[in-house]
């Protein structure tokens, strides 16, 4: 379909302006200086669990505390400043115009790296909010908000500025990206703060649960997925020369998986406490989304038909190649893994780990890495380093996303095979859970081993990149010149309608995604909040004592959420093994909930009373003690440390302001019962011959975990 030239363009004088490159180069280097931190993170982490002393007995480098920050630093730091790399360079050249605000650029750049430190610095102190992908607390909270609105706007204001005739559909996923991220965060980090770095969600267990998976699952598809994808449709195109395979296909492409995608978070709580409605409503959209999903990835592939012999040659096509493969694999893989059939195996083991990484290391490393070699010799104006050391990079790392992925999906089958087997006499086969972790030390070796190599290849792509930059010279500003969008082209009446109501206004363009994203979300969360029946009630379920509240706060801090779910799935293995399935109505008084994501200890709901206090306080002290061939870290401090209380009457408060059933005024003599259960504490542990005072935090801990799952037992 062509367009018509206005009858005056070639009168019309084009306009004068500039690129500038030093906030593309900024968070190029964010991107690559957090990348490498986090990665590192991960590569402890992982050596952790073959290794527990690496553990150090510290409480900042716990795998506990690491593995948070871990995940922080790879998905905000490195995948987030590679996307604002991406972003900051092509959105200006695809609408011909300047950045709308340089200055809101600098600040998105300074605010992002300050909230990224603070990150760094708070999560190994142990202040998280336990929720998955979302642990930063409120303050924090706050400001990605705030940086983040601040970052659409920009943008958005640049496409009404543009002096370009229709918006690319790489700025179409860039702004559902922004559109729908700053609505996810918002929903889901409603919480009742209590001081400066401590809140509560104002939700609470089912709705909870399903609130933060409605965000996790979602924080993955529109901050990993859509926001690449983005850069896909910009930078592959740009590296092979060749226009994008299909117009109409991208079109299809953008607002199929944005719409189909934010139903699909119910799909990590099958087989859980979640209303059954909404678990088949999370499987069935999960299902569809393997349409549009290799729809782009076909999209992405058949651009270069006819060119596979410059992928062999070109570096950078061969990461664009290898990471839009990832994609489709990882998104023909989470469709598969919601099935109940398939996710009945796979749920709580390493296999979801392994698809995970699949997409962290295979499309957003991948993916970065090309951008980042394709981007350099241009920023810096001369050719690559070393071709060389480029090649040596790919395949290094593509050999170690085999050495990691292949050894966790292996652990993730011979976990739930263990989990699950029975002996002919109809007894569990390995009725010790410790049985099934420590099988999986050699594969948990071969990952580390994996994320080795895919580091070292890192650090070569590092080198070659400074030597890149320091062999060249900034471009720091790119002169251009184009028409002014009132002079270039009037709209013809036949014009395809997506042209005309979407690409032609950005505003529209903008608007339609928030609704496209917001259906699903309400159809899925409204139901489960205001219809009584779906989380019902248990009369026996009482609220935490204060000293148990105390305990489950310490539980957050230290992040057993990480390792240990409370969550007993209907299943009979489950059943034999840890207790009675858990109901709904258990977790009313659970801000937040703790139903975890996997299951590298055992599930912990059905605890309580099942072991002496002296058992745990051993536990605590040194794991294999009690456990032998454990591998989780020793808590030592938590013996030494005084549990704080002038924050109890803040924190019943705060429960009393979220429903919880406290007498009136219990506030203010809340902290006498938690004295009177401390000393039942330190009563039987001294029976036990264990001598400590009552005031430490290991007592505290104690109570929760004797707490868990009695309320409910044998009723």
């Not at 695809?94 to 610095?121: K, M, Y």
């Not at 998104?331 to 709580?348: D, Q, R, W």
């Not at 070569?460 to 062999?471: E, F, G, S």
Request: proline share 5%; with cysteine; hydrophobic share 45%.
């Amino acid at each position: 379909m062509s367009n018509v030239p206005h009858p005056d363009v070639a009168a019309v004088e084009l306009d004068e302006f500039r690129y500038d490159n030093r906030l593309v180069r900024d968070f190029a280097i964010a991107t690559i200086l957090f990348g490498l931190i986090g990665m590192l993170a991960g590569l402890l982490a992982a050596f952790q669990l073959v290794f527990p002393d690496l553990n150090m007995d510290l409480p900042y480098l716990t795998f506990s505390r690491i593995r948070p920050l871990h995940t922080n630093a790879v998905i905000f730091a490195f995948v987030g400043n590679g996307f604002f790399t991406g972003l900051y360079y092509s959105v200006p050249r695809v609408l011909r115009t300047p950045l709308w605000s340089d200055r809101l650029g600098r600040f998105h750049f300074w605010a992002w790296q300050l909230i990224i430190v603070g990150a760094a610095i708070t999560l190994p102190m142990g202040l998280t909010t336990s929720k998955e992908y979302a642990e930063l607390e409120w303050p924090f909270d706050i400001a990605i908000a705030v940086v983040w609105v601040s970052a659409l706007v920009n943008i958005v204001m640049t496409t009404l500025n543009r002096r370009t005739e229709h918006i690319y559909a790489a700025v179409w996923f860039y702004i559902a990206s922004f559109v729908t991220v700053a609505m996810l965060h918002v929903v889901n980090s409603v919480e009742l703060p209590i001081s400066l770095f401590k809140s509560y969600p104002v939700y609470a267990g089912v709705q909870d649960a399903l609130v933060q998976w409605w965000y996790g699952h979602n924080a993955v598809a529109f901050f990993l997925t859509t926001p690449y994808l983005g850069l896909m449709y910009y930078f592959l195109p740009k590296a092979a020369n060749r226009p994008i395979y299909s117009y109409r296909l991208s079109i299809v492409h953008f607002w199929a998986l944005i719409f189909i995608y934010i139903w699909a978070g119910p799909h990590h709580l099958l087989y859980t406490a979640l209303p059954e409605w909404a678990q088949t409503l999370g499987t069935v959209f999960s299902i569809m989304l393997i349409a549009p999903s290799w729809g782009g990835m076909m999209n992405g592939l058949m651009t270069l038909r006819g060119a596979w012999d410059k992928v062999r040659e070109d570096v950078v096509l061969k990461f664009l190649v290898v990471a839009i493969t990832a994609y489709g694999m990882a998104t023909f893989e989470g469709p598969m893994l919601s099935l109940k059939n398939v996710n009945a195996i796979a749920h709580y083991t390493d296999w979801i780990v392994a698809h995970v990484h699949v997409g962290a290391l295979g499309w957003n490393g991948f993916l970065t890495f090309g951008i980042l070699y394709w981007l350099f010799p241009r920023l810096y104006n001369r050719t690559l380093f070393s071709q060389k050391a480029a090649n040596f990079h790919f395949w290094i790392g593509t050999l170690g996303i085999i050495f990691y992925t292949v050894p966790m999906y292996w652990a993730g089958w011979v976990q739930s095979s263990m989990w699950k087997e029975f002996t002919q006499e109809g007894l569990l086969k390995y009725p010790n859970f410790l049985e099934t972790v420590t099988q999986l030390k050699p594969l948990y070796f071969l990952r580390g081993v994996g994320g080795t190599l895919y580091i070292i290849g890192f650090a070569v792509m590092i080198y070659n990149l400074w030597m890149t930059a320091a062999k060249g010279r900034l471009v720091a500003t790119e002169s251009a010149r184009a028409m002014p969008l009132k002079a270039i082209w009037h709209a013809p009446a036949n014009e395809y309608w997506h042209r005309r109501l979407m690409e032609r206004k950005p505003l529209t363009l903008t608007v339609f995604s928030l609704v496209a994203v917001a259906i699903g979300g309400m159809i899925e969360m409204v139901p489960t909040f205001l219809i009584n029946s779906n989380v019902p009630t248990i009369a026996s379920v009482k609220p935490y004592t204060p000293l148990e509240l105390q305990g489950r706060d310490i539980y957050t801090r230290e992040g057993c959420y990480v390792c240990h779910t409370q969550m007993i799935r209907p299943f009979r293995s489950e059943i034999e093994r840890f207790g009675e399935y858990s109901k709904s109505g258990e977790f009313v008084y659970d801000h937040p909930h703790q139903w975890g994501s996997k299951r590298t200890g055992p599930d912990l709901h059905r605890i309580g009373s099942k072991y002496p206090d002296s058992w745990h306080y051993n536990h605590m002290e040194d794991p294999a003690s009690m456990s032998p061939g454990s591998i989780m870290p020793r808590y030592g401090w938590l013996l030494e440390n005084e549990l704080d209380t002038t924050n109890t009457k803040a924190k019943i408060k705060a429960m009393q302001t979220l429903g919880v059933p406290y007498a009136e005024g219990y506030e203010n003599i809340a902290n006498q019962d938690l004295q009177k259960q401390a000393r039942e504490i330190q009563t039987r542990l001294k029976q036990s011959g264990i001598r400590t005072s009552q005031n430490k935090e290991i007592i505290a801990l104690i109570a929760y975990m004797q707490r868990l799952g009695t309320d409910v037992r044998n009723k």
